[in-house]
């Protein structure tokens, strides 16, 4: 049971961030969707334009201040830049699908385009998350405390461990007398 509570601690982060992530996703998918089956009357590379244009902004309120906002970001400015600027590789992401589908000449049968939808959504969805994580909102630097209560539970009750300061190793000439000669 400890080596599942020891994996949750090291992936609990990522664990919540890819839920919220995955819950704004999928409302940004439904706008997505709606919107484009909504507008294909008006060509499929316009109507999945509008809509991710739309989802963009409803994706980005959501993941700013829900998602990630415990992560430090280098400015709203600079934040919605680089929001926008991934979410608009996400589009040529669906632009790429609707092309294969373009190319096996399937472009106006609509189950073909929602297919289409689903698997740029899929990728889209990969590669935003990833890399809203690495550029976007970055980790906070951890605290410098070292307080035992930031360590799982059992190595805290403990005091010692691996991920304890300094485990196995001598800070001071004080702590090697006794130990004698190697």
């Known amino acids: ?3 599942i509570r020891t994996l949750y601690a090291r992936f609990r982060q990522l664990i919540h961030e890819g839920f919220k992530f995955l819950v704004i996703g999928v409302v940004g998918a439904i ?3 709606g919107l484009a089956n ?3 009357s008006v060509g499929p590379y316009k109507a999945i334009t ?3 244009i739309l989802a963009t902004i409803v994706t980005y309120l959501g993941n700013r201040y829900w998602t990630f906002r415990h992560r430090e970001g280098k400015g709203t400015t600079r934040d919605s830049v680089m929001f926008f600027l991934f979410n608009g590789v ?3 992401i669906y632009w790429g699908c609707i092309g294969i589908i373009d190319l096996a000449g399937l472009r106006k049968d609509l189950v073909w385009y929602n297919v289409a939808l689903v698997v740029g959504t899929a990728l889209g969805t990969l590669f935003r998350f990833w890399s809203y994580r690495k550029w976007i909102w970055l980790a906070r630097p951890a605290p410098a405390s070292g307080k035992l209560e930031e360590l799982p539970d059992d190595l805290a ?5 691996p991920l ?3 485990a196995g190793v001598p800070r001071s000439r004080e702590h090697t007398e006794g130990l004698g000669e190697a």
């Open 1 to 3: 049971m400890s080596n």
């Open 31 to 33: 706008i997505t969707f």
């Open 38 to 40: 909504a507008l294909h």
């Open 50 to 52: 509008i809509a991710t």
């Open 90 to 92: 996400g589009l040529l």
């Open 157 to 161: 009750a403990a005091g010692t461990g």
């Open 164 to 166: 304890s300061y300094g």
